[in-house]
């Protein structure tokens, strides 16, 4: 998504090579109060004067691109600058990429001595893949290394010519020596190299690639024994000596001896932590449920689509379903009631909305008025409309009657493209603007009554010293004094119960204005737990977001619980996440269970008496999105 500060994400321009920060939306802003808006910042103006100041400053050539380090520029031509850049540093040859990432695993040098031991590689190694020039008929020419032979001691490498311009062709082929290669400069700058590094890799005490660009690349994961062991890694400020006396190099020999005796301090890097002796024994992961019916790489669409749906059903006014209702009737070969309950109510919410959708219907005059019969018009005109082939191809078949036949990703891939068109409209963002204040409300609400709290506390705190004062020297009865004492601690326990209640009240009605779903955490290999307070199953998505599956009983809970090593940062905190939401986790899978044996039981119910009866498709609970009624549907 967007930034609040429109498209400038990521890295922000230099004004005369110092960082530079955006203004923060105005306050309380009346809808009907006249504003002034930078397009390329979208910063906002009360005064014109302020306004005119500072487009005048964005204007002049005094702006840095932070990435590129191009200079002399003005703010729009740095923000494009930096764009390009980060999309250069995505788009590197594979070799150059594979050449990088491979320096970069478990490296321990700070990310400048990184950049700089790379760059100085990038313009002294050859490998295949990388392009140079060579000499060829007496001048130079551009060429790539195809492959390099071994000859003895003269090192000769295949190349291929490639001709110049946008495409980079390789024309023809021929051997060269070494000697006749010609290097200019490195493949990639510093300020490119520094970009993917940070984007690549997480750092603590290693530069440690994430996994699945290790598995696209062919880089091992497995760390170096030496730095399994603690050995390789310098501190900070630490300077090396190369002439040391016989009596420092015994001094530091004993120094050695005694750091190798410290004990590593944990949480570390999960890929960095290896088991020892004294660690309790950790159960096998459990193996993930991976029956969808839709392709497992389209799950978390469809997970997107359903949680919005229900989310903002009031505002679209449709009615709640189960996420199989929704799986089910995306994988029917039909046209269904939930299907064009679900366009349509995304249809009257863009057209209500006056926005892109509602202003191209007027030009193409077409009817504003949407009706549950001719749904599938507006999905069609919508496809047209879209600039993505994937789906503007679909179109004819949506018109002709054939939505049923459409694969199940395109159906979700098309409904994800509407959700996102829904999430720009006035009503979704007020409903996410009322959220926010209600959130922030209950927050305000939760620090007053942990502020009256330690009030409290210290208040309690003072009289009994004043008790005891009092003791010392006086003589009061002690059958009394023990009656009251005894009512003071029935109030006060009743007082705590009281707050204690408020405060989960609180969390319970926090938990319901969530804005949007985040994941429980990630395990040792980056894979993402996803838990929706409406669906009872524990989702797990892998590192490379295309493979999905789930957990559905109590008992895989408790396994996974037990198989997480808190040793490692990410299996740490992921399981203190778990333990926080144990509770209504496990009730959710529990329910789900439930509801799914009772639905089994009528399925054998069905199946028995169609040997006897022939049974409607419909009594099958599987089917059971075929009965779906929009009860919210005011139209």
């Not at 290394?145 to 021929?174: A, C, F, H, M, P």
């Not at 927050?443 to 409290?456: C, G, Q």
């Not at 997480?564 to 990410?570: C, F, P, Q």
Request: hydrophobic share 35%.
């Amino acid at each position: 998504m967007h930034s609040a500060l429109g498209w400038v994400t990521g890295p922000m321009p230099l004004l005369n090579k110092k960082p530079f920060s955006l203004l923060e939306p105005p306050k309380d802003l009346d809808p009907e109060q006249t504003v002034f808006q930078i397009r390329f910042t979208k910063e906002i103006f009360l005064d014109y004067q302020e306004y005119v100041k500072r487009l005048n400053l964005y204007r002049q050539r005094v702006w840095t691109c932070k990435v590129s380090g191009k200079s002399n520029l003005t703010f729009e031509e740095a923000l494009v600058s930096e764009h390009q850049a980060m999309e250069k540093a995505q788009n590197l040859p594979t070799e150059i990429m594979a050449h990088v990432l491979r320096m970069t695993q478990y490296s321990t040098l700070g990310l400048i001595e990184l950049v700089n031991k790379i760059y100085a590689a990038l313009q002294e190694d050859v490998f295949e893949g990388i392009e140079l020039h060579a000499k060829k008929d007496d001048a130079e020419a551009p060429c790539k290394i195809l492959k390099i032979l071994d000859s003895g001691d003269t090192k000769l490498y295949e190349v291929g010519w490639i001709r110049q311009g946008k495409s980079k062709t390789v024309i023809n082929t021929s051997v060269v020596k070494a000697t006749d290669l010609i290097r200019r400069r490195a493949p990639v700058s510093r300020n490119i190299l520094k970009l993917l590094i940070r984007d690549s890799t997480s750092h603590s005490t290693l530069w440690i690639i994430h996994e699945h660009l290790a598995k696209k690349y062919g880089i091992s994961m497995e760390p170096p024994n030496g730095i399994m062991y603690g050995e390789g890694l310098q501190k900070k400020g630490r300077k090396r000596h190369d002439c040391v006396t016989t009596e420092d190099g015994r001094k530091k020999s004993k120094k050695d001896e005694e750091h190798a005796c410290v004990p590593i301090k944990y949480p570390i890097d999960d890929l960095l932590v290896s088991p020892a002796a004294d660690d309790p024994a950790l159960l096998k992961r459990p193996p993930l449920v991976t029956d969808f019916g839709i392709p497992r790489n389209s799950v978390g669409d469809l997970l997107m689509v359903w949680d919005f749906c229900l989310s903002f059903g009031r505002v679209l006014n449709l009615y709640p379903f189960s996420l199989a209702d929704l799986e089910n009737a995306i994988c029917h070969k039909e046209s269904n009631v939930l299907i064009v309950e679900i366009h349509s109510a995304l249809f009257r919410l863009l057209i209500e909305d006056d926005g892109d959708y509602f202003t191209a219907l007027q030009t193409n005059k077409r009817k504003s008025k949407l009706s549950s019969e001719k749904w599938a018009e507006y999905l069609s005109f919508f496809l047209e409309k879209t600039e993505i082939e994937e789906l503007s191809c679909n179109s004819g078949a949506v018109r002709r009657g054939y939505y049923g036949l459409i694969d199940a990703d395109i159906k979700l891939k098309i409904l994800q493209e509407l959700v996102e068109e829904a999430i720009t409209t006035d009503s979704i963002r007020e409903k996410l603007s009322e959220r926010v204040e209600q959130q922030q409300a209950l927050v305000a609400t939760k620090r007053e009554i942990a502020r009256k709290e330690r009030e409290e506390k210290n208040k309690n705190s003072k009289n009994e010293n004043n008790d005891v004062v009092q003791d010392g020297n006086e003589c009061v009865d002690e059958q009394g004094k023990g009656k009251e004492e005894s009512d003071k601690r029935d109030i006060s326990a009743s007082k705590i119960e009281r707050k204690l209640h408020l405060v989960r009240h609180l969390e319970t009605e926090k938990a319901k204005l969530s804005i949007r779903a985040s994941p429980l955490g990630k395990d040792r290999h980056y894979n993402r737990y996803w838990f929706f307070k409406r669906e009872g199953r524990l989702f797990v998505e892998s590192s490379d977001c295309k493979e999905w599956g789930y957990y559905n009983t109590k008992e895989e809970l408790d396994v996974l619980m037990s198989s997480l090593n808190v040793k490692g940062i990410r299996e740490r905190a992921l399981k203190l996440q778990l333990e926080k939401f144990y509770n209504s986790i496990s009730n959710a899978l529990e329910k789900r269970l439930k509801e799914i044996t009772h639905k089994t039981s009528l399925e054998e119910a069905v199946l028995r008496r169609s040997t006897r009866v022939r049974a409607q498709p419909r009594d099958s609970p599987s089917m059971a999105f075929l009965k779906y009624v929009n009860k919210w549907n005011e139209h």
